[in-house]
């Protein structure tokens, strides 16, 4: 019966003995598998997503925030408008430069136009003055009794015709015999004595003078008194 007895307590020890190995070792690989490492390694994993996040983020030292790229962007426009408004007035002052150039331009082609026609109507004008002379030599020597014939008529008829047409062209005699002497329209060919005029003043014409418009074509060939 005692043998019996320690045989029981033998077992019922063996079997706790098992248990608490069993247990032992579940509780040794929880530890070894569930506790430490695996927390271990999320934490390096986080550890890792914050250094990527703060390597991925950018430095505000380099990066400048809204408010002052604003301010520069809108310094770099205050620049740009001006630079673009000083090359408008630029290109303003060369129109209103080159607007005078050509108005100026404009007068002098106008004006040397017209001194290069009056410069060939003068030379055609001196060329027909003498003829005009001719005409007037030639009636003034025609007899009283004579003036009345068809040929006179004829010719003091082309005369009178030849010294409108110069008229209607701004050809116009200089007024010579009773007028003070003017060098600038008159050439004093000889001085005379005459009681009757003043000093100075022209008492016969030789050859009558002609102006063009304001120029004068021929001086008039005058004797003044002395």
């Not at 190995?21 to 390096?44: A, I, M």
């Amino acid at each position: 019966m005692a043998d019996e007895k320690d045989l029981e307590k033998d077992a019922e020890n063996t079997t706790d003995g098992e248990d608490n190995t069993g247990s032992k070792d579940v509780q040794d690989g929880t530890e070894e598998t569930g506790g430490v490492p695996e927390g271990d390694g999320t934490l390096e994993e986080g550890q890792t997503e914050e250094a990527q996040e703060e390597d991925a983020a950018p430095d505000d030292s380099k990066t400048a925030s809204p408010g002052k790229k604003e301010k520069r962007f809108g310094k770099k426009k205050d620049k740009a408008t001006q630079k673009l408004e000083e090359k408008i007035a630029g290109l303003e002052d060369q129109r209103v430069r080159q607007l005078a150039e050509f108005e100026n331009f404009r007068k002098r082609s106008e004006k040397e136009k017209s001194q290069m026609f009056e410069t060939g109507a003068k030379s055609v004008i001196e060329k027909i003055l003498p003829v005009i002379d001719n005409f007037e030599r030639g009636l003034a020597g025609v007899p009283a009794e004579e003036k009345e014939a068809p040929f006179v008529q004829g010719v003091e008829l082309v005369y009178k015709q030849l010294v409108t047409a110069l008229e209607e062209l701004g050809v116009k005699p200089i007024e010579a015999v009773g007028k003070e002497f003017d060098p600038a329209i008159h050439n004093a060919v000889m001085a005379v004595d005459d009681d009757t005029l003043e000093s100075g003043t022209i008492a016969e014409e030789m050859q009558k003078g002609y102006m063009y418009k304001e120029s004068v074509v021929r001086h008039s060939m005058v004797k003044v008194v002395n």
